[in-house]
């Protein structure tokens, strides 16, 4: 029976709540906030990138549940419903954003310092921007772009597994926010909250001073480092990440030699 409730709870979480999380926010006031939420979409970034973006405003979607979820790479991000968080932001910037590599580090930044904040949960980084805890990644990170008018519309898109603790259709190895704090009440109003007001702090700062001011941060959670890894463009195994530069790019040493890659460009494993 104990079991029994157990479950029930897991999967009947409380809905998403669009005041708390407004009101929660930590915000620069010349900022102007729409947040929207759905209970299905086919994915939040895809809705951002269709909605009209103007400077200083940024439009919030979150989701409980995505049709059509987005990974990297073009794959699916596996979006079920009531027990995870599906968030996107979107904004037009004047500046070009060029160093997108360090860009989407910098999200994944922001994400393990609001898991810090408020729940002292200390998660790692698989470059570029994949979130991991305890060596198995429970979110992920998908920038996606347009130039309109000479302008970039802005689309950050965050997927992380809070809740979840089954699903038969991801095919490498994951975890939760749940799975991996068991006893922690893990309020994902709260969580949200915390993450755009970490992001919304960090963009101006990003586009004055780019990835290098938050290079030595990054070193930090980089799990990477020192690592032997398969990369998707060398056929050799003989390859160690190394640490990354200014620009947000990793260098590596493919049989004693160094390149360098972006994001863009590859595919990481670590080898086990
Ligand atoms: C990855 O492959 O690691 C990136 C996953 C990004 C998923 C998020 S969920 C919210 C937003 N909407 C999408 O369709 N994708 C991103």
Redesign the pocket.
Known sequence: MGILLLHMKDVNQKRLNQEKIVSLLNLNKNLKVNLEIFNQI?????YLLKKEQSVNTFNICI?EM?T??????G?V?E?PKNN?????IGTLLNEDLSELDGFSILIALNVCRALKNIYKIRAKVKWP???YLKGK?F????IETKVVNNKLSL?I????NVFMTSNEFINQEWTSLHIENPLLKINRDLLISEIISEILKDLPIFLKKGFKFYKKDFEKLNILKNKKVTVSNYSSSNCIALDVNDDGSLNLLVDEIKKKVSSGEVSLKIQK
Not at 42 to 46: G, V
Not at 84 to 88: D, Q
Not at 157 to 160: P, Q
């Open positions: 086919d994915s939040t970034n895809s989701a995505q059509k979820g987005k990974g990297r790479s794959k991000w979006s995870n968080i599906y968030l996107s921007n994949d979130l990644k979110g992920g990170i998908l689309v898109g965050i997927g992380l």
